[in-house]
């Protein structure tokens, strides 16, 4: 990378800061950093950034179609570099797809399904497990100036993802107290209607929750907004 397309790539970076928000949908600036990805190092054809989430992994950015269903497979199959991410001691993995051993139904899908043949990744810095993916459509495709330029690359997908997991973090404290005020308003419904004690109406909508089997959270939003349990919970306390 010659001294012009540092100065391009460093005012990239700026107008990446520009469009984050603070909270809110910062898609756009994580499919900017593999489009990114793709455009400065010189191998690469595809790359896209997973984040753990549950059983099963996410893909947060894709450069493109390809890119996005070579994420997917590691997600439907459990087995690729993401999985071991969290394990692995080195920043990155590079591998080639013909003869890689570690991740045998992995790699044949890969080759089989796209025309990636080899893979750099790159563990993230992230709460979850979390990895930078660059592929390219030749084996030993990645030099090592191609490593050095996506390891800076890779710092910035991190400080996306952590960003995106404070976004997750707040959106889902934010869900929780809403259930908690409704679950709260339920209650008090409750205790009215009943003339029960506070532990007593909980128990009523839990054991309506359970009764029903649904959740304690749609229960007390439809006890909340009927006045009363649900039809065929139980009523004694």
Partial sequence: MDTNEVVQLAQEFAVIGRELHGAGDNQAARKRIVELTVKHVEACHGASITVAGGRRGRTLAASDRVAAAAAALQ?????????????????????????????????ARLAEETSYRSVLSFRLIARDCAALHLFAERAAAFSDADIDLATVLAAHASSLVALYEAEDHAANLETALASNREIGAAVGVLMAHHKVSQQDAFTLLRVASQSLHRKLRDVASEVVETGALPPSAATDP
């Fill in 75 to 107: 997600a439907e199959l459990r087995e690729g570099p993401f999985y071991d991410a969290e394990q692995a001691d080195p920043a990155f993995v590079l591998f080639d797809v013909e003869g890689e051993s570690r991740w045998p139904r992995y790699c």
